[in-house]
C-alpha cells in the first residue's frame, strides 16, 4: 500500500483512478431496493424487495429477468418454499436425469433463478434442472407456455421456520440478522422474510396445481422422502419417464443421503456460513421443531395456521 500511495502521490501524468471497495459496495447497495425487518427484540432482517416480493439480498436486475428466462422443452423446474428440501430433490433429479451417481455437471446454485441470470443459465447443457423459491405466478412466462415439467417440493412449516431462523442468523453476508428464535418466529408468521409468506406461498401453489390442466407438476412432501426414500425417488424417475432399476434407485437414494450429501456438498462455497459450517445440510430431520417450539409458540403457530389454511386441503407431517 505505501509503494502505491506514494506511486500516485508522486506520478504527474499516469491516469490513476482510486476506488475503495466499501464505497463500491456501499453505493451499488443504496441503488438496490433493500428492506430491514425489525423483530421484537429490535433486531433486523434485510431482504430485496421487487414488485411487492421480497427476495435474499440478490442483483434486482436478475430479479426482474426471470420473467423473460429462455426455457427449453426438457428443462426442468424444482419449486420450493425455501428450507423444504430443494438441494436434495435437487441432486437426486440431477442423478436420475443423467442417469449417474457420479457426473456432477453442475451444482444447484448454480441454477437458481433468483440468483442467476438467464445468461449463465443459458451457458448450461440441457437438460438442466433450474429451481427457485418464487410464487408459481412468477415462473418464467415460457415456462408455462411450454408446459415443462414442475417438481414442487413441501415440507411442515414448524420445521421449514426453524431451518430458515438458522438460514438467516448463518448467512449474515446476506440478511445480517442476528435476532433469537423467540423474536424470530413472529417475522416468519408474518411473512417479513425472502420468499415471502410461507402461507400465502403455499396457498398460490395449492390454486395453481388444482387449476392447472396442462402442466405436469409432481408433488412430493420432505417428509415422505425421509420416511421412504425409495418410493419417493422412483416417482420421481416415473414422472421424469426414466425406466431405473431398482438397483440404481437404491444407488441414487445411497448418494443422496444427507450424511453423503453434508460431506460431499456441505463445502460449497455458496453453503458456508462466515464459521464455514454448512448452511444448507444443518441437520435433515424430520420434527426438530420441538427443540425449538415453547408449548405457548406452539399454540400461537396453529391458532395462526388454522385462520390462514382453512381453505387448504393440503395435509403436512409433522413427526414421523
Ligand atoms: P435443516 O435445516 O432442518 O437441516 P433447502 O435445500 O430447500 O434450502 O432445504 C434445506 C433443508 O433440507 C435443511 O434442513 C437441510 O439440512 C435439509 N437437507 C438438505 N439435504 C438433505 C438430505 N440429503 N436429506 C435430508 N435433508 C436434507
Same mark, same amino acid.
Given at each position: 500500500m505505501l509503494d502505491w500511495e506514494a506511486a500516485i502521490a508522486n506520478n504527474a501524468t499516469q491516469p490513476i483512478l482510486v476506488l475503495r471497495y466499501e464505497d463500491i459496495k456501499e453505493t451499488s447497495e443504496r441503488a438496490m431496493p433493500l428492506v430491514k425487518?425489525?423483530?421484537?427484540?429490535g433486531d433486523t432482517l434485510l431482504v430485496l424487495e421487487v414488485d411487492g416480493y421480497l427476495y435474499p439480498k440478490t442483483p434486482e436486475e436478475v430479479v426482474r429477468g426471470i /420473467? +423473460?428466462?429462455?426455457i427449453r422443452d426438457d428443462d426442468?423446474?424444482?419449486c420450493a418454499y425455501p428450507k423444504s428440501g430443494t438441494h436434495w430433490v435437487w441432486e437426486i433429479?440431477?442423478?436420475?436425469l443423467s442417469g449417474t451417481t457420479d457426473l456432477v455437471v453442475a451444482e444447484k446454485d448454480e441454477l437458481h433463478l433468483e440468483c442467476i441470470p438467464n445468461s449463465t443459465l443459458e451457458t448450461f447443457a440441457s437438460p438442466r434442472i433450474l429451481n427457485c423459491h418464487i410464487w408459481y405466478r412468477q415462473l418464467p412466462g415460457q415456462f408455462t407456455q411450454k408446459n415443462c415439467k414442475i417438481i414442487f417440493v413441501s415440507?411442515?412449516? /414448524? +420445521?421449514v421456520a426453524v431451518s430458515f431462523f438458522h438460514h438467516h442468523k448463518k448467512l449474515t453476508q446476506y440478511y445480517e440478522y442476528t435476532g433469537k428464535w423467540e423474536n424470530y418466529l413472529p417475522l416468519f408468521l408474518n411473512g417479513q422474510v425472502d420468499s415471502g409468506s410461507w402461507f400465502e406461498y403455499m396457498l398460490d401453489w395449492e390454486a395453481a396445481i388444482a387449476n392447472n390442466a396442462t402442466q405436469?407438476?409432481?408433488?412430493?412432501?420432505?417428509e415422505d422422502i425421509e420416511e421412504n426414500p425409495q418410493r419417493e425417488v422412483s416417482k420421481i424417475a416415473r414422472f421424469l419417464d426414466k425406466d431405473c432399476t431398482a438397483e440404481f434407485l437404491s444407488q441414487v437414494c445411497d448418494k443422496c443421503d444427507f450424511r453423503n450429501m453434508k460431506r460431499t456438498k456441505g463445502h460449497i462455497i455458496t453453503s458456508l456460513d462466515d464459521k464455514n459450517d454448512s448452511v444448507m445440510y444443518r441437520k435433515g430431520q424430520v420434527g426438530d421443531w420441538k427443540n425449538y417450539f415453547t408449548v405457548?409458540?406452539?399454540?400461537?403457530?396453529d391458532r395462526v395456521f388454522a385462520e390462514k389454511m382453512k381453505q387448504s386441503s393440503m395435509k403436512f407431517k409433522y413427526e414421523l
Open positions: 425487518y425489525r423483530d421484537a427484540g /420473467k +423473460d428466462v429462455t426442468v423446474m424444482i433429479t440431477r442423478c436420475i415440507r411442515n412449516p /414448524k +420445521d405436469p407438476i409432481l408433488v412430493l412432501r420432505y405457548a409458540q406452539n399454540e400461537v403457530f
